[in-house]
């Protein structure tokens, strides 16, 4: 962890986009530390009172302070030059994310896909059994889930990424050093002992804030390729996340409700309005993402075993040949199985019936 990197998000006035465009100067934080009042004054010209504090050198005293209390918590930094702070909040748009994370757990932040799961605290069991298959059907593509680890829609969304083994974020409005709402402690837990991971860019001792809550939707939407509302009220907080995923240029996504179900209204405009796609399962996100192959193969797969658990023995048999050899005659099935030929012939029949197989020109068979 570097301090310079604390020290300079402590600088009163500067900002996230004018750190970002301070950068492109002055690559090494290090170096701002040390320069004279005259290079200072051209960098920042009449803003007095942050050449005053970088003069001063407080904020660096006061990153080094923060450094072993953050060791003692496990919490850590990721700094937007640095290799493992996640690329979406460099990307284009994204000026306003912070460029440092304070980070408890190890989770790939750059995983070939990201989905956030948003919506209501006040959620129902349609929303939390929606949610849940949404997420069981992701684990196809080991797509990483990223939330909130508020009641309702965000704790089910982490839930069911633990229970299917996928890796899960959870974006916190407060300093790692505590949980909140407190309830979820067990489940912060879970999901640091199985790899995922918690990130605030507020540091440790930072209390709860009601204002700091919907900024802190500005990094979950960020963090992925596309935004998922579950369900949510005609405001809140899960339409903040999706407006925002919108002014990024990244794909929202709503799971539309009953007309006269008020927590399914904001999911119902952001619907009408064009503002999200409607989702049914994960095969409408994989597709929408160009991520539509794996999905596919994941439920082929899935199918192709339901009806090979059907089959008789020595339909399986046959199936397993055809499936290792592509395209096989009649005589090379009855010469591999070791069955007779009436046998054979019986069970392709079967298998022709059922659809599982067909036969080619050439009396050739194949799986279907």
Same mark, same amino acid.
């Given at each position: 962890?570097?301090?310079?990197?604390?020290?300079?998000?402590?600088?009163?006035?500067?900002?996230?986009?004018?750190?970002?465009?301070?950068?492109?100067?002055?690559?090494?934080?290090?170096?701002?530390?040390?320069?004279?009042?005259?290079?200072?004054?051209?960098?920042?010209?009449?803003?007095?009172?942050?050449?005053?504090?970088?003069?001063?050198?407080?904020?660096?005293?006061?990153?080094?302070?923060?450094?072993?209390?953050?060791?003692?918590?496990?919490?850590?930094?990721?700094?937007?030059?640095?290799?493992?702070?996640?690329?979406?909040?460099?990307?284009?748009?994204?000026?306003?994310?912070?460029?440092?994370?304070?980070?408890?757990?190890?989770?790939?932040?750059?995983?070939?896909?990201?989905?956030?799961?948003?919506?209501?605290?006040?959620?129902?069991? *349609? %929303? #939390?059994? @929606?949610?849940?298959?949404?997420?069981?059907?992701?684990?196809?593509?080991? /797509?990483?889930? &990223?939330? +909130?680890?508020? *009641? %309702? #829609?965000? @704790?089910?969304?982490?839930?069911?990424?633990?229970?299917?083994?996928?890796? /899960?974020?959870? &974006?916190? +409005?407060?300093?790692?050093? #505590?949980?909140?709402?407190?309830?979820?402690?067990?489940?912060?837990?879970?999901?640091?002992?199985?790899?995922?991971?918690?990130?605030?860019?507020?540091?440790?001792?930072?209390?709860?804030?009601?204002?700091?809550?919907?900024?802190?939707?500005?990094?979950?939407?960020?963090?992925?390729?596309?935004?998922?509302?579950?369900?949510?009220?005609?405001?809140?907080?899960?339409?903040?996340?999706?407006?925002?995923?919108?002014?990024?240029?990244?794909?929202?996504?709503?799971?539309?409700?009953?007309?006269?179900?008020?927590?399914?209204?904001?999911?119902?405009?952001?619907?009408?309005?064009?503002?999200?796609?409607?989702?049914?399962?994960?095969?409408?996100?994989?597709?929408?993402?160009?991520?539509?192959?794996?999905?596919?193969?994941?439920?082929?797969?899935?199918?192709?075993?339901?009806?090979?658990?059907?089959?008789?023995?020595?339909?399986?048999?046959?199936?397993?040949?055809?499936?290792?050899?592509?395209?096989?005659?009649?005589?090379?099935?009855?010469?591999?199985?070791?069955?007779?030929?009436?046998?054979?012939?019986?069970?392709?029949?079967?298998?022709?019936?059922?659809?599982?197989?067909?036969?080619?020109?050439?009396?050739?068979?194949?799986?279907?």
């Amino acid at each position: 962890m570097n301090p310079y990197h604390i020290a300079l998000t402590l600088i009163p006035g500067l900002g996230n986009r004018g750190i970002r465009q301070l950068l492109a100067l002055c690559p090494e934080p290090e170096a701002l530390f040390s320069m004279s009042h005259a290079q200072l004054k051209e960098l920042f010209q009449r803003h007095d009172s942050i050449i005053s504090t970088i003069e001063s050198k407080a904020v660096v005293a006061q990153a080094e302070q923060m450094l072993p209390l953050m060791e003692g918590y496990g919490v850590d930094t990721l700094f937007c030059t640095e290799a493992d702070y996640p690329q979406r909040l460099n990307e284009a748009g994204c000026e306003d994310t912070p460029v440092l994370l304070y980070r408890k757990g190890r989770c790939n932040l750059n995983a070939n896909h990201s989905v956030a799961m948003v919506g209501s605290r006040k959620c129902t069991d *349609y %929303g #939390i059994c @929606t949610t849940t298959r949404l997420v069981q059907e992701m684990k196809a593509d080991n /797509t990483l889930i &990223v939330s +909130g680890l508020a *009641y %309702g #829609i965000d @704790t089910a969304a982490h839930t069911a990424a633990l229970d299917n083994g996928l890796p /899960t974020v959870a &974006v916190m +409005g407060h300093g790692l050093d #505590i949980v909140y709402p407190y309830q979820n402690r067990y489940l912060a837990r879970r999901i640091l002992d199985q790899g995922g991971a918690l990130l605030s860019e507020y540091p440790i001792h930072t209390g709860i804030n009601a204002a700091y809550f919907p900024a802190r939707n500005r990094i979950v939407a960020a963090l992925s390729d596309a935004t998922i509302v579950v369900e949510a009220a005609e405001r809140g907080g899960a339409l903040i996340t999706a407006n925002i995923a919108n002014s990024y240029h990244r794909e929202v996504f709503a799971v539309p409700g009953r007309l006269d179900d008020s927590l399914s209204e904001g999911c119902n405009n952001l619907i009408i309005n064009n503002k999200a796609v409607m989702i049914r399962n994960a095969g409408d996100l994989f597709y929408q993402m160009g991520w539509k192959n794996t999905f596919d193969r994941q439920r082929q797969r899935e199918e192709q075993l339901s009806i090979f658990a059907a089959l008789s023995s020595n339909e399986q048999a046959v199936v397993q040949l055809l499936t290792d050899n592509r395209e096989m005659t009649l005589d090379e099935i009855v010469a591999k199985s070791g069955l007779s030929l009436p046998k054979i012939a019986s069970t392709l029949m079967d298998l022709e019936l059922k659809n599982v197989i067909r036969c080619l020109p050439g009396r050739l068979y194949k799986v279907k």
